[in-house]
T-cell receptor, first 112, second 116 residues
Framework: SQQGEEDPQALSIQEGENATMNCSYK?????LQWYRQNSGRGLVHLIL?????REKHSGRLRVTLDTSKKSSSLLITASRAADTASYFC????????????FGSGTQLTVLP | DGGITQSPKYLFRKEGQNVTLSCEQN?????MYWYRQDPGQGLRLIYY???????QKGDIAEGYSVSREKKESFPLTVTSAQKNPTAFYLC???????????????FGPGTRLTVL
């Protein structure tokens, strides 16, 4: 089964509001990454947070990681219509495997 | 989509036919990956390659084959043994697989395969 599971599956907000998406995973990880996918396109890397980090910022993005709860959140502040996309978390598990395991994603719709 | 190209963008296949999806990168990345994405789902790893002439099965390798004869190229063949091949296929690369666990993956634009 997939490691990362996003919540909610779909989120609809007004432009200017903040959007929060959550991700839970099952095993120990080396890092957790967030990606964005516009409809019918490839994925774009947004941010990476290591297992020994608790919070990271990049522009309007804020990512938190709670390894005790095996969860992460992605906050997009002051959302724009152009933020409309699917957002995926992906983890690299501890151990010898270096594979990214993706969750099923959150579909974010920002209404103008 | 960076320096990764996938072709074709759309591909139609008749049942029983093999088909090859192209993936090329000019980023000088060591590692390359193939994922499958079904509607409303996340990505599932088919195959990955950390170095030329070497590749490993991912979670759903059955019915697929790959080759890595050149650093820049990682073609995926969908064989007739794949029972449900209709999906969106994404290729990705990263700068260094071994020891590079913090490396992000760069994705191509994808190929949408439809079996008629």
């Amino acid at each position: 089964s997939q490691q990362g599971e996003e919540d909610p599956q779909a989120l609809s907000i007004q432009e200017g509001e903040n959007a929060t998406m959550n991700c839970s995973y099952k095993t120990s990880i080396n890092n957790l990454q967030w990606y964005r996918q516009n409809s019918g396109r490839g994925l774009v890397h947004l941010i990476l947070i290591r297992s020994n980090e608790r919070e990271k910022h990049s522009g309007r993005l804020r990512v938190t990681l709670d390894t005790s709860k095996k969860s992460s959140s992605l906050l997009i502040t002051a959302s724009r219509a152009a933020d409309t996309a699917s957002y995926f978390c992906a983890v690299i598990s501890s151990g010898s495997a270096r594979q990214l395991t993706f969750g099923s994603g959150t579909q974010l719709t920002v209404l103008p | 989509d960076g320096g990764i190209t996938q072709s074709p963008k759309y591909l139609f296949r008749k049942e029983g036919q093999n088909v090859t999806l192209s993936c090329e990168q000019n980023l000088n990345h060591d590692a390359m990956y193939w994922y499958r994405q079904d509607p409303g789902q996340g990505l599932r790893l088919i195959y990955y390659s950390q170095i030329v002439n070497d590749f490993q099965k991912g979670d759903i390798a059955e019915g697929y084959s790959v080759s890595r004869e050149k650093k820049e190229s990682f073609p995926l063949t969908v064989t007739s043994a794949q029972k449900n091949p209709t999906a969106f296929y994404l290729c990705a690369s990263s700068i260094e697989a071994s020891g590079g666990i913090d490396n992000e993956q760069f994705f191509g634009p994808g190929t949408r395969l439809t079996v008629l």
